[in-house]
């Protein structure tokens, strides 16, 4: 089967190009970095199918986060018919650098030019037709969301046969000259022509270093590179990248026009306030109140929980379950399977259903509104000097507010982070201080009657959060990578992006708790039939003890450790039988919050961070979660404080 | 020849010319070479706190002083 594999730099809409070549679909949304993994599907185009890949976003060959190297590994290791190299058509002069590169690495090219739409906009206008003859490939025009151009893409990866551009880089004489030498000198093949290997080598990319340490001239080509690289006063990148520009101008001169740009309109001003201090954080404060307190809280965790639960469960599900169960099955311990107070209907079925799914259903479709219209990378900026202090930086902001939703993606989703060391930070403080959507519903329903309670649980989880980022920045050595980060239009959101967007991770979440659900009620189950709780239980009375807590929260820490939602569940069930005071309540709220995340949770951390770094990490969280809900009660006593 | 100085004096909006980057750092001058930040380059400066974000062509870049001090620029 052919490989066609669409690469570009982030934000420029290739798994738009991927969803409608495959009929699949992968996230898309509005800032740099939304695919962190390798996607792939079929496509078939006048009855040839062609296996379809999506890659991570890079800038140049050369990558700098850990997603980029993923593509770059990608882009050696298969041996693609076709590489649609998808650029943002307004930047076009910037982006024709990796078109370039892509050419000298040999690549079979075919360049898809995005997002003309926004081009024409801005009063960029593009001979794409000229484009082609200069370059020597084929060149599409598409405006993807609009679906405009994607047949002729589609006729154009048809017709398409590897041809030798017409155009050829040239670098200065002595640059040529070197790698010249170096590429007669290599023996091996990885995966790139012998020009881009020599490239590589002279700019001292790492990964290249790593896989021709072996080649027998390998200490000649270090020579080569020393003196080239010696005889300018800048770092060689950037010389090739300046000659690359100046014969990227040369070839758009005559090709690409600009004309005036049409007027500002109400997004570019609004993209504008939300990037300005003054306006910007108020707005940071709207969005996170609107969106997350108003309409996951209030709206998801209050009203839609109630609903389902009263309006449907209870009157209509929950009867009809239990009056088959005992009208059919005499055995008792099936019954207490089923529908008993660990059953695999009453806790699995039911709390995944009644608590969790509308939680994270209004959790994922306002994050989906937040990821399209853009607005991401405005927050990462205006937060970055907070991130800073925690030994991380703007970027972390995405991961972390995904991680409102749910902590298990927002740990993949630390990939976009630059080096180890910030994702061990972003891992430890997901994992500790960040509450999921359903946890967080759950919290904000139970202490919303009393607003001191509330306000304590916040002001305090914040506290942590700082006083733990503050120490792991400064504990884990090294320092926070620079901030930089591409500021994409704001764009108006479509409802069916933003509704399939969020469904899809709903199944995803779906799939995977629901089964976790099932096998922790019939844990649950069986160590509540054996004893074993009840001994569990015993054994750690003095650690509910010290936190103030009834021995039934016991309970709820182990179910906490199955799912953070699951605890956060059983939290609301023992306070609707009225067996906690506000006080104990906001305690185990603050207590379960830092306490271990999920099951699911740990194995992705275990997958991305190795089993020592999440040892340490689980070690850590179980220590400050006790610890923290102790001091908090000590606090409490300390000044006396009655909370109803 | 006009005075060249790092783009952080500059607060506010201001448009600029791009003469040299100063960084050694290779990871860092390849983050602003992505950008279009290149000597000869036009960019505008459309804020400076809380971090720089300038205007190349048609993007919009945010960067934090600790890049942005690199970026020697003159009017």
Same mark, same amino acid.
């Not at chain 1, 001979?127 to 405006?143: D, F």
């Not at chain 1, 005992?326 to 608590?355: D, H, K, M, P």
């Given at each position: ?644 | ?19 040299? +980057?100063? *960084?050694?750092?290779?990871?860092? %001058?390849?983050?602003?070479? /992505?950008?279009?930040? &290149? ?6 400066? +459309?804020? *400076?706190?809380?971090?720089?974000? %300038?205007?190349?062509?048609? /993007?919009?870049?945010? &960067? ?12």
């Amino acid at each position: 089967m052919k490989k066609v594999v669409l690469v570009g730099s982030p934000n420029v809409g290739k798994s738009v190009i991927f969803n409608y070549l495959t009929g699949k679909y992968v996230t898309v949304s509005n800032y740099p970095g939304t695919t962190v993994e390798i996607a792939r599907g079929r496509s078939t185009i006048q009855g040839t199918t062609y296996e379809v890949i999506d890659t991570p976003g890079i800038y140049s060959l050369l990558p700098i986060t850990e997603e980029e190297k993923v593509t770059r590994h990608l882009l050696c290791q298969e041996k693609a018919d076709i590489i649609i190299h998808v650029i943002d058509g307004k930047n076009i002069r910037r982006m024709l650098q990796l078109t370039l590169q892509l050419l000298d690495a040999g690549f079979p090219v075919l360049l898809n030019i995005n997002l003309m739409d926004e081009a024409t906009k801005s009063g960029v206008y593009i001979e794409t037709m000229m484009l082609a003859t200069v370059l020597g490939i084929p060149v599409v025009g598409t405006a993807a969301v609009k679906k405009i151009g994607l047949e002729h893409l589609k006729r154009e990866i048809s017709r398409y046969c590897q041809v030798t551009p017409s155009f050829k880089m040239l670098f200065s004489a002595d640059i040529e000259q070197t790698i010249v030498k170096i590429s007669n000198q290599l023996q091996d093949d990885y995966g790139i022509s012998r020009r881009m290997t020599a490239l590589l080598l002279l700019q001292g990319d790492r990964l290249i270093y790593q896989l021709t340490y072996r080649e027998p001239f390998i200490s000649n080509i270090i020579i080569e590179v020393e003196k080239v690289v010696g005889s300018y006063s800048y770092h060689i990148e950037y010389i090739l990248t300046v000659q690359r520009q100046a014969a990227i101008d040369q070839i758009c001169n005559g090709i690409v026009m600009n004309r005036r740009a049409s007027k500002q309109g109400v997004l570019e001003q609004l993209g504008r306030l939300t990037r300005e201090p003054a306006t910007g954080i108020p707005i940071l404060c709207i969005v996170l109140f609107l969106g997350l307190y108003e309409f996951v809280g209030k709206f998801g965790a209050g009203f839609l929980v109630d609903f389902i639960d009263v309006a449907i469960f209870t009157h209509y599900i929950t009867p009809v379950v239990e009056n088959i169960v005992y009208t059919y099955i005499s055995l008792e311990w099936l019954q207490s399977l089923l529908v008993g107070n660990f059953g695999i209907y009453s806790l699995g079925f039911r709390y995944a259903f009644v608590i969790i799914l509308p939680i994270v259903g209004t959790f994922f479709f306002m994050f989906a509104i937040l990821e399209d219209s853009g607005y991401l990378p405005r927050l990462a900026m205006l937060v970055d000097k907070v991130f800073k202090r925690f030994g991380l930086n703007g970027r972390g902001v995405i991961p972390f507010s995904l991680g409102f939703g749910c902590g298990t993606m927002a740990i993949m989703v630390t990939r976009t982070l630059e080096t180890r060391r910030e994702r061990i930070i972003a891992t430890f403080l997901l994992s500790l201080a960040i509450p999921c959507s359903a946890q967080l519903g759950v919290i904000l329903t139970l202490l919303s009657h009393s607003s001191l309670a509330l306000t304590i649980w916040a002001v305090y989880m914040g506290m942590i959060f700082a006083i733990a980022g503050w120490l792991s920045g400064k504990i884990i050595p090294g320092k926070p990578s620079a901030f930089y980060m591409e500021i994409p239009p704001l764009r108006m959101p479509m409802l069916t992006n933003i509704v399939s967007k969020a469904c899809i991770r709903m199944g995803w979440y779906f799939v995977e708790i629901l089964p976790v659900f099932i096998i922790t009620s019939i844990v649950m189950w069986c160590s509540d039939r054996s004893g074993l709780l009840t001994n569990v239980i015993q054994y750690t009375q003095p650690v509910m003890k010290v936190l103030g807590l009834p021995m039934e929260m016991m309970q709820v820490f182990l179910l906490g450790f199955f799912r953070r939602d699951y605890g956060a569940a059983g939290l609301y069930d023992l306070y609707a039988s009225g067996s906690l005071t506000t006080g104990q309540l906001l305690i185990a709220s603050v207590t379960l919050t830092l306490f271990v995340p999920c099951i699911a949770q740990v194995a992705v951390m275990i997958k991305e961070m190795g089993w020592l770094v999440s040892l340490l990490l689980v070690i850590m969280i179980v220590f400050v979660a006790v610890i923290a809900g102790w001091l908090l009660l000590c606090l409490l006593h300390l000044w006396q404080l009655q909370i109803y | 020849m006009p005075d060249t100085i790092s783009m952080v004096h500059f607060k506010g909006k201001k448009k600029v010319r791009v003469v040299r +980057l100063l *960084s050694n750092d290779p990871g860092q %001058l390849r983050k602003l070479i /992505t950008f279009g930040i &290149l000597p000869g380059a036009e960019i505008e400066i +459309l804020q *400076s706190y809380p971090t720089y974000v %300038l205007k190349i062509g048609y /993007t919009q870049v945010a &960067l934090d002083y600790e890049i942005a001090k690199n970026i020697m620029v003159t009017i």
